[in-house]
């Protein structure tokens, strides 16, 4: 994106001045990264701009901020608001933005046509003939004020002197105008918004341009300029339909006066292309800008000549499956395709080009530390808790190089639990919740509703938590809230679940659950959650002397630290389940959460095994204890696997192979040959192989 897409569509290399011709015919095509939360979405649209700062003009706008991501603009406009939609009002920041001179550009952009259509639907006169003596409603007056303030930013930096300047052309006006009522009075005010300050804000050559461009757009069925822009303030006012229509006209000014600017010499010289960065075009006023944005776009290139298009880079939040070295679709990090198009595509649609975010590698994660000098296995931990994403892995990257500098331990067990922030204050696992899920009522029903494995398990934690819930759906709310935010959910075998389907997302929430609840005395709340939620798997209440317990029964009882009776209930599935079945049940069994170390040690079992008969300590149970024990503890999401505990493990799957059946032993032997392997790569249960379907 940054080395070759981006500078392709703009004609300017990554630094310097070095420009890059674009290719004699075709049309540029709309881009959109796609990436879950915490991806790096924002981040690539600001090293974008920074990365073409003071060299073309820009405009850089987050559409699900209420203030476009720039603090001190004022709130958005309500879409029920007469003369202002939020469509209008990102129109007027682009205009602003687009209209600042970079230090290393030719001429300063500007945009007749847009702001002469954007004075128009900006009238404030009242919208009813019923009080005549009082035209001017106040809400629209300042509105007014407000937005024709913002046109004059670019050439008026001091804000004092930007709003005396409106405030007088609005008294102008109103003495010009009167207090005629709509519709009477539209087409006056129209007249003198142009005259007062469309001609002071341009030459009279680009005022006159812009009005000849406005005469031949047909808004209105005939008439000259001022019918046509005082069409576009009535529609403006009209309907749904009609604002969207008046809306588009006011995007094709904007294309329009972009392209004005890029005379014959100056696009055959291939000057450099304006950049419109939009962030999260997924919220609705990015669905609705980017909708007739394209709409605008397809239309506008109906004609036989090429016109200068600016370079459009959006992104929008959407969970995408992980990038795999021979994945064909394009990501950030692969490019397969050029992004200028020799003919018009068919339909609007077919403009954007949808790009994933790429997960990082391990080699990227490992670049980010620069100089610091990383602790063994922190770059793969960083990994395993990202789950690739760089927003999450740069604020622990950050964390740990803090650690790092300022020579402090930095035992990776307690990565989570570092101050995000030099000084005291939250954790990094706490700031990386807040962002990845910015409500708190979510945020604190699904830190509870972690440990659940499916719906249901979650159902029954919610009559209890979280404690203090402000009521409603609260379930439905969680699963709508993981939907709408497209949080990925990939479920275990074996269950429906679990409730919270994003494995990084999951063990960041199970962290703050066993942090929270083991500054309780005796960890109370881990206790009863886990026993809520096994307690539905046990319907007859007979607990570890059930035949055969449900292994969601024993992975929460895992999570107790109850091992005996796991370990004795898996010794006893050993001789009578298939060992594809077994190490399935080994493999979710063993992804229990560990318990809090406040948790108190379970009573000890004094339940006979049935699985050792008349002997004793029989090594198959020792096998089955070791295994637990250790295939649990380096399924823990801070735990980096040794050598020693993995070729334990390996032995142990020799020893239940050794005391297998023919069939059985197959399966085992493999486990012994490949499980060692993939536990050296970082594989953790559940998602250790089992080989095949299990027939019990």
């Not at 203030?67 to 003369?83: I, R, S, V, W, Y």
């Not at 064909?328 to 395709?337: F, K, L």
């Not at 050029?338 to 595509?345: K, V």
């Not at 939907?483 to 999951?506: C, I, K, M, T």
Request: charged share 20%; proline share 8%.
């Amino acid at each position: 994106m940054l080395e070759t897409v981006v500078p392709s569509l703009v004609g300017l290399k990554p630094s310097g001045t070095g420009r890059i011709d674009p290719p004699r015919r075709g049309h540029p095509l709309l881009i959109r990264c796609v990436g879950g939360r915490g991806s790096g979405k924002s981040a690539t649209l600001a090293a974008l701009a920074e990365q073409y700062a003071q060299r073309i003009p820009q405009a850089h706008a987050d559409l699900a901020a209420i203030d476009f991501g720039q603090p001190g603009l004022a709130a958005l406009a309500e879409d029920t608001t007469a003369n202002a939609s939020r469509t209008s009002d990102l129109l007027f920041y682009l205009n602003f933005r687009l209209s600042r001179k970079p230090a290393e550009f030719g001429k300063k952009m500007s945009f007749p046509r847009l702001t002469q259509g954007l004075l128009a639907v900006s009238g404030w006169q009242a919208e009813s003939a019923d009080n005549p003596g009082h035209a001017v409603r106040p809400e629209e007056l300042a509105a007014a004020k407000r937005r024709l303030a913002e046109l004059l930013r670019a050439s008026q930096p001091d804000q004092q002197r930007r709003r005396d300047k409106a405030a007088a052309w609005v008294d102008e006006v109103i003495q010009a105008v009167g207090p005629l009522p709509l519709p009477a009075g539209m087409d006056a005010m129209v007249r003198a918004l142009l005259r007062i300050v469309a001609a002071e804000l341009f030459s009279p050559r680009a005022h006159r341009g812009g009005l000849t461009w406005w005469a031949s757009r047909q808004v209105a069925q005939q008439g000259d300029a001022h019918d046509q822009l005082t069409e576009l303030a009535m529609k403006f006012r009209g309907d749904a339909e009609d604002r969207q229509l008046a809306e588009r006209f006011l995007i094709a000014a904007l294309l329009a006066d972009i392209a004005d600017h890029y005379g014959f010499l100056q696009v055959a010289n291939g000057v450099p292309r304006p950049l419109l960065l939009l962030d999260n075009v997924h919220s609705p006023l990015g669905r609705v800008f980017l909708d007739e944005l394209v709409r605008v776009w397809h239309e506008e290139a109906a004609g036989s000549r090429r016109v200068m298009r600016p370079v459009v880079v959006a992104t929008a939040l959407q969970e995408v499956a992980p990038v795999r070295d021979d994945d064909t679709a394009p990501s950030t990090r692969r490019v397969i395709r050029s992004f200028w198009q020799e003919d018009r595509p068919n339909a609007a649609a077919d403009w954007i080009v949808p790009v994933r975010l790429a997960q990082l590698d391990l080699d990227e994660v490992k670049d980010m530390f620069e100089e610091d000098h990383l602790p063994p296995g922190a770059a793969r931990l960083i990994l395993r808790l990202s789950g690739g994403r760089a927003g999450v892995a740069h604020r622990l990257v950050q964390a740990v190089a803090r650690r790092v500098r300022l020579r402090e331990d930095i035992s990776l067990v307690g990565l989570l639990d570092i101050p995000a922030a030099a000084d005291p204050g939250p954790s990094v696992n706490g700031r990386l919740l807040e962002g990845l899920i910015p409500d708190e009522v979510a945020r604190e029903r699904l830190t509870y509703y972690a440990p659940a494995l499916d719906d249901t398990a979650a159902y029954r934690l919610s009559t209890v938590y979280p404690p203090q819930d402000p009521g409603g759906v609260p379930v439905q709310e969680a699963l709508a809230h993981l939907r709408d935010n497209q949080w990925s959910h990939v479920p275990w075998a074996g269950v429906e679940g679990p409730f919270v389907g994003d494995a990084p997302l999951r063990l960041l929430l199970l962290h703050e659950l066993s942090a929270r609840t083991g500054r309780v005395p005796g960890a109370e709340p881990w206790k009863t959650i886990h026993r809520r939620c096994r307690s539905l798997y046990d319907p007859y209440d007979q607990g570890g002397a059930a035949h055969r317990p449900d292994t969601r029964y024993l992975h929460h009882s895992l999570a107790l630290g109850e091992t005996d009776l796991v370990v004795r209930c898996l010794h006893r599935r050993f001789t009578e389940q298939d060992a594809t079945g077994w190490l399935s049940a080994l493999n979710l069994v063993c992804a229990a959460p560990a318990p809090p170390d406040t948790l108190p040690a379970p009573a000890d079992d004094t339940v006979p095994c049935p699985g050792c008969a008349a002997e004793a300590d029989h090594p198959v149970h020792q096998a089955v204890r070791l295994l637990v024990n250790q295939l649990w503890h380096l399924s823990q999401p801070l735990s980096i696997p040794t050598a020693a505990a993995i070729n334990s493990i390996g032995l142990q799957l020799l020893t239940l192979a050794q005391n297998s059946g023919p069939e059985a032993q197959k399966i085992f032997f493999r486990a012994h040959e490949e499980w060692p392997k993939e536990l050296h790569h970082w594989t953790q249960a559940p998602n250790l192989q089992t080989y095949g379907v299990s027939g019990t």
